[in-house]
Structures are given as C-alpha cells and as structure tokens.
C-alpha cells in the first residue's frame, strides 16, 4: 500500500501537482471565454472606431492601454495560469508551516520545576510521547514529536546528553532539506513564467516579420498586433514573475523560521532537563 505522504498518487503530491494545476486552468479559461476576450475585443472595437473618427485631425492624449488588451493573448493567459498555480502551492505550504507552528505550543515533555529527565526514565517518556502521537493523527507526520522522540531514544540508548542534542540537530537538518525541497516546484513554476513571455514574444515578432510586404504596403494592423503580443507576453511574464519570487521568499523564511523554533524547542523543553547521574566511583579497602 502507498504511503501516505509518498508516491505520485498521495495527498502530498495530488494537491499541488494536479488538483490545484486543473482548478486553475478550469478557472482561468472560463474567465477568458467569459470575460477577458469578448471585453478585449470590444476595446480593440472601440479604439478602431476612435481611431476611424479622428483619422485627419489633430492628434489628440495617447490613452493608456487597458489591462485587458495586455492579457488578451494566449501566450499571458499561460502565464497567469503558471503564476496562480504557484502562489496556490505557496499557500498550501504556507498552511502546513501553520500547522507544524501550531504543534510548538502544546508541553510534550510535562517536567515538574527541578525535575531533571535522567537515561532510565528516557525509555518511558519515549513511550509516553510515542503513545500521546498514536493517539493524535495530526501529529504523526508533525516534526516536533518526530525530533523529541529521536532525543529521548539517542538519550536512552547512550547516556549522552550531546548525542540527544546531536539527533535533534539531525532530524532538523533532515527536516529542513525536506522543506527547501518541496519548494522545487514552485521554483521551476518561477522560471517558466518568464521562459513562456520569451516564447511569446518570439512568436510575436516572427509571425509580424511575415507580415513585413503588408507593413510596406502601407497596412500596419497586423504588424503593430503581433509586435504587441511580443512586448506583452514578456511584460507581464516578468512582472508575474517577481510577485512570485516574493512569495516564495515568504514561505521559505517562515519554514527555516519554523525549524529554527523547533530546535529552540528541543533544546529549552528536554535537553536542558537532562541529566546524566555521576557515577560512584569504587573504594579500594587497604588493610
């Protein structure tokens, strides 16, 4: 059986690789079909008309191009795809980071002032967590306990406090390669924006070059609408693309944030409580 929260077909790859991938392209297609490309269309309707109607006289404001005629082409509509799928993927990280933070404010190690966590108790704390985790799906898969439980074990098993500390600084290492991994996806999303406004505005000048007999002739419609698509597709690639590479600065503080706490957790809550009894050392008898 699959795990989990391993494999192509678990929860942990589904949702930001597929759910979240066909809810945008539903959504952001509908929109065009509904009200991006009539709407544009419209515009490209009026501004020809106006255009038509002040032809010979004095020229009047240049008007700014509404936003509409900037997305209007298949080439941006990619791109806020790719940008939505990111920042929707962001924010699904984002909410797993909340839910590892908010694990930090229940007492695992309950420990009376004075107390001290010595190695033959280590084995029924161990216990004592393991059986509080099984009891609580939310926190099986929670790093917190994950690196409590390796202390305690380490602790148990060489009477070390510096070994317990070692395997909290591993499983937190471990956690945060995890972490700045799964943000792989997102990155390769942040570099394709900009790789499709490339795309496009090949695409663009090409297509208005093979127009260039027309231009000559004096109809330069067909021209001056590819060159825009060219100038378009990368404009709003790049500006996508920076919004993005903000949010993924985000959500990469906050989850080194989050193993940073889960060490100063560690540390304060179980190995400052540990102690390792001195040893009675044996006393020659000399007649």
């Not at 027309?214 to 378009?232: M, R």
């Not at 996508?240 to 903000?246: A, K, R, T, W």
């Amino acid at each position: 059986m699959t795990s989990r929260n391993k494999g192509i077909f678990s929860l942990e790859f589904l949702v930001p690789n597929v759910f979240l991938l066909l809810a945008v392209i539903f959504g952001v297609e509908t929109t065009y079909r509904l009200v991006v490309r009539p709407r544009a269309a419209e515009l490209l309707l009026e501004r020809q008309v106006r255009m038509d109607q002040q032809a010979g006289k004095a020229t009047k404001q240049i008007e700014g191009r509404p936003v509409l005629l900037v997305i209007k082409d298949r080439e941006p509509e990619t791109e806020i795809v790719f940008f939505l799928w990111g920042t929707l993927f962001l924010a699904y990280k984002f909410r797993n980071v909340s839910r590892e933070r908010r694990v930090l404010q229940h007492d695992f190690i309950r420990v009376s002032p004075g107390e001290r966590i010595i190695p033959e108790d280590a084995r029924d704390r161990f216990k004592e967590l393991q059986s509080m985790v099984d009891r609580e799906p939310t926190w099986r898969t929670a790093l917190l306990p994950g690196c409590l439980l390796a202390a305690l074990h380490r602790f148990h098993a060489s009477n070390s406090i510096q070994d317990a500390a070692m395997a909290v600084k591993e499983r937190a290492e471990l956690a945060a390669d995890h972490l700045d991994s799964s943000l792989s996806l997102v990155r390769f999303i942040a570099w394709s924006i900009p790789a499709i406004g490339f795309v496009g505005t090949v695409r663009g000048i090409g297509d208005a070059l093979s127009f260039a007999e027309e231009a000559i002739k004096g109809n330069l419609s067909i021209v001056t609408s590819w060159l825009g698509l060219a100038f378009n597709s990368t404009l709003v690639g790049l500006m996508l693309c920076i919004v993005l590479m903000y949010f993924i600065h985000i959500v990469q503080s906050t989850q080194e944030s989050l193993v940073i706490d889960i060490q100063t957790y560690c540390r304060d809550r179980l190995i400052d409580v540990m102690k390792v009894p001195a040893r009675e050392e044996p006393t020659e008898v000399f007649s």
